[in-house]
């Protein structure tokens, strides 16, 4: 036991939910001054040892935990900000419409009653700043930084304070950071950590854990896999370790192909020409009719952010082009009459229409179909809703129900429907199968497979890697937001996508918007 | 509990609150006053009191339907009043039709500056029409010198406003009228089904094709010509512009809007609305015929207290639905992917409450980012 010298110590921490064990037993200790890295895969537990730490779950009886030498209860949140934990979350945790300083000085130590002196807190947020070696403006509102400016606001606003904190936690600071501003905040933690702060820093990139921590606690189904120092351990190691098994030989295919064999003339059907936006840095992809091409990526690969971008719905510089026609950026109207169809991630936001009926919401983006003589025709919409909803398979047969009393998997089935309906040439899906049942998750497999062999072009974004191989023709790996592998035929497993997944990549030369914002700091 | 289409559905007393309402009235008042209730006279004065509220609330109804607020209507047909009148005496040879034909496009300018506020710079509606409904008093008042301004039509204008057909008051069909082609474009037309779309999730109605920018911004240029036509109406019935008048139709103007939205299909439209309008001015009528004093304290009393009670009643029904609505939709279960896949909870879970409130008042954070 090297108690004496530990920021924090876990002793088989275990946590159910209802019958499912999400950790068990696990051990974590980190060191004073180092910086310990947390990987494994999706659904390893890693979120759920840093829930516990912040207080959102109580762990299961048994266990027992130390920051410092002190015993420390898990499971509350007044106790972890006491015993000197500080949490940097991915979504950071800022106020879009405040100013870096007003950001700063929210938490309750700030004082309710005291008035508050912008100018100080100003001067204070400054100084807090410089001594990591950023220059940002502490006036400036945080919804005009960019990205990499606020992880570093977050970070700094997180241990800034009246005493130092014993130790910082980041969850995947890093998902939407192009390379070289990771680099800096980088630079930054190991300042930090020079001076006797710990760091637990959990990330999908294992490049960045491999350069970064000093240690590496590995968590594998819930149960720890191996705590090691990082010098002695390889990048194959590490994969293998949060794989569980031996690496299989390298995929047969990896890195961007260009097809050529397609039967859909000279241009391809779907191009797209270097995009990028958020996340995204000069992607390119290409796809014929026929087609169905997955899409993976981690996140913050970029992976959530290509259909979006593909489908009008935000805007981004480079091209869509279909059939060598190019698409209005940002504009899913264009892309729509195009023949482009583009079903968003977030069904409820972006996708229903709430107070509507199944109905309204199969033909909205078709209404001419079921007018006769520019009059809609209740009678040919109610027809054509009930031949959708036995094509579809909707239960309960219902077309005058409000679209959100159906269950999620009937939900999505209406918003394929939708596009369908718009005899689409490109059909761009966006997790189609989220919290969907298995039968949905079935027929909405079966409603892609149909509409590739009808010659429509599908692109399915997708976290989940079962999905995506048994609908696609071909998988794209995204990694910081670009093509980095492409696996077909029978390179196309989980391991392998795993594996590619996971896969460090060569950092492109992006456009990092850094110049200006950063100093070395002197006095660090 | 869906939406039954059945009789029994129909009847139902979530659906057509204002109705069972306004039996209740009607027979209420018919016991304690028959002689001046049951009066054809009652019926009338409520009939002409309120051509002038319908036709505003039938234009509000179209900025409301897109998920909007208008609270121009009655300044800006207050606007339309006192265009006609001081033409009238400034410019007597203009003619009376190129009058009302200047006041009405003015006031659609009015609704395309709103418009053009809300579609294209994003502003919040019930802000920027509170600000230009400002910006229209003004000019109302520098026109007028904030002097009543009697208006000098010639009498068949007169006589045409204040005549009646069909033992109705004329204004009351300029209202039918206008409700009719408000009723066909929101039911039987792409362009009502797009404004309904934009309404209920404007993000979603732009990613299925919407032109959901320029159709909110003509649902605010209708919606200001409408109120002109108010205006005219108004003079018709009145021949006087104060400078009182206007802002005093807005409330009930909207509370038939709110009222109306509450009933038949759980969304704004546009028979509802003058259900709503009919109902409450027969209450208020009851009511002021009831009270010994004159009783003019009971037209807001009223207002505010039926419009309150009856969105409380349908938004309790909305919340139980939607509740029931909530159990049935398929939820991660799995608490460890649910902690792992990026889900925002703050959008995928929208809590029943907002849910109900998107069927009875726009939501217009939905969409302008």
């Known amino acids: ?236 190691r590490l994969v293998e370790l949060m794989l569980g098994r031996p690496l299989a030989p390298r995929a047969p295919v990896a890195g961007p192909s260009r097809t050529e064999d397609a039967g859909d003339g000279p241009v391809p059907r779907l191009t797209v020409d270097r995009v990028h936006g958020v996340n995204l840095h000069g992607l390119s992809l290409e796809a014929r009719c026929g087609e169905v ?83 809609l025709s209740r009678r040919l919409e109610r027809k054509e809703a009930r031949t959708w909803i036995e094509t579809l398979d909707v239960r309960p047969r219902d077309e005058e129900r409000a679209i959100l009393q159906f269950s999620g998997g009937n939900q999505q089935k209406v918003v394929l429907g939708r596009l369908l309906r718009t005899k689409p040439k490109v059909l761009v899906l966006d997790e189609p199968t989220q919290g969907v049942d298995i039968g949905a998750r079935a027929a909405i497999h079966d409603l892609i497979e149909e509409a590739a062999a009808g010659g429509a072009t599908v692109i399915v974004c997708s976290s989940d890697l079962e999905d995506l191989i048994q609908v696609s023709t071909r998988v794209v790996v995204v990694r910081r937001g670009v093509v980095g592998a492409e696996l077909t035929g029978a390179a196309l497993t989980v391991e392998h996508l795993e594996e590619e997944l996971l896969r460090p990549t060569v950092v492109e030369s992006t456009t990092a918007d850094s110049a200006g914002l950063y100093r070395e700091s002197s006095n660090a | 509990m869906r939406d039954r289409t059945g009789l029994l559905g129909m009847l139902s007393p979530r659906r057509i609150s204002v109705v069972y309402l306004l039996v209740v009235i009607f027979a209420v008042f018919s016991i304690t006053i028959p002689d001046l209730f049951l009066s054809s006279i009652t019926l009338q004065s409520v009939a002409s009191s309120q051509a002038v509220v319908g036709i505003l609330a039938v234009g509000a109804l179209l900025p409301f339907v897109a998920g909007e607020f208008d609270i121009t209507v009655g300044s800006n047909m207050a606007l339309s009043v006192i265009i006609i009148t001081s033409l009238s005496n400034s410019h007597p040879g203009v003619g009376v039709i190129p009058m009302c034909l200047i006041a009405v496009l003015v006031c659609g300018f009015v609704g395309l500056c709103n418009g053009l506020l809300v579609g294209r710079f994003g502003i919040n509606s019930f802000i920027a029409t509170l600000a230009t409904s400002q910006v229209i008093v003004a000019v109302a008042l520098k026109i007028s010198n904030n002097q009543q301004v009697l208006a000098s039509l010639p009498h068949a204008f007169m006589n045409l406003g204040q005549g009646r057909s069909l033992g109705l008051p004329n204004g009351v069909f300029v209202a039918l009228g206008l409700a009719l082609v408000v009723w066909y474009i929101l039911q039987f037309t792409k362009l009502g089904r797009h404004l309904y779309a934009a309404g209920f999730n404007r993000e979603a109605a732009r990613l299925s094709g919407v032109r959901t920018r320029p159709v909110v911004i003509g649902s605010f240029v209708a919606s200001g010509l409408i109120a002109g036509v108010a205006g005219v109406v108004y003079v018709g019935q009145v021949g006087t512009f104060s400078n009182s008048i206007g802002a005093p139709l807005l ?118 980012r």
């Open chain 1, 293 to 375: 091409v997955g899409v993976a990526g981690l996140t913050g690969s970029g992976r959530e952010n290509l259909a979006g971008a593909v489908g009008g719905q935000t805007d981004v510089s480079g091209q869509v082009a279909i059939d060598g026609h190019p698409l209005k950026p940002g504009d899913p109207r264009d892309a729509l009459a195009r023949g482009l169809a583009y079903a968003p991630a977030e069904r409820r936001r972006d996708a229903l229409l709430g107070a509507a009926t199944l109905r309204e919401n199969l033909t909205i983006a078709d209404l001419r179909s079921v007018s006769r003589r520019r009059r």
């Open chain 2, 251 to 368: 409330f009930p103007a909207f509370a038939a809007v709110f009222l109306g939205a509450t009933q038949f299909n759980f969304r704004p439209n546009v028979w509802g609305t003058l259900l709503a309008i009919f109902t409450l001015a027969l209450g208020v009528q009851g009511l002021q015929l009831s009270s010994s004093s004159g009783g003019f304290w009971i037209t807001p009393l009223f207002n505010g207290v039926a419009l309150v009670a009856a969105v409380m009643f349908s938004r309790q029904q909305g919340i139980r639905q939607a509740q029931r609505a909530e159990v049935s939709v398929d939820r991660a279960e799995d608490p460890v992917n649910r902690a792992e896949v990026p889900v925002d909870e703050k959008t995928t879970s929208v809590s029943p409450l907002t849910e109900d409130v998107a069927a009875t008042t726009p939501d217009s954070e939905v969409s302008r």
């Open chain 1, 1 to 236: 036991m090297s108690g004496a010298r530990a920021a924090l110590a876990l002793r088989s921490v275990s946590k159910t939910f209802g019958a499912q064990l999400a950790l068990d037993s696990v051990d974590l200790t980190v060191r004073m001054g180092e910086i310990h890295a947390l990987v494994g895969q999706n659904g390893s537990g890693k979120s759920t040892v840093v829930k516990l730490l912040g207080g959102y779950h109580v762990p299961d009886e048994g266990c027992e935990a130390f920051v410092g030498d002190r015993p420390f209860q898990l499971g509350s949140m007044t106790a972890a900000h006491a015993a000197g934990l500080r949490f940097v979350h991915q979504d950071l945790g800022l106020v879009e419409h405040m100013t870096v300083a007003e950001n700063f000085f929210m938490s309750p130590r700030a004082g309710w009653v005291r008035p508050l002196s912008a100018g100080a807190e100003r001067s204070r947020t400054a100084r807090a700043l410089a001594d990591f070696g950023y220059e940002i403006d502490p006036g400036a509102q945080v919804s005009s930084l960019s990205a990499a400016q606020r992880t570093v606001v977050a970070i700094v606003r997180a241990l800034h304070g009246e005493r130092p904190p014993a130790l910082l936690i980041l969850d995947e600071p890093t998902a939407s950071l192009p390379g070289p501003d990771a680099e800096l905040l980088f630079a930054a933690l190991r300042r930090l950590v020079r001076g006797s702060g710990s760091v637990l820093f959990i990330s999908h990139h294992l490049d960045e854990v491999m350069g970064l921590a000093d240690s590496v606690t590995v968590l594998r189904d819930g149960r720890l896999a191996a705590t090691t120092s990082s010098k002695e351990l390889s990048h194959d």
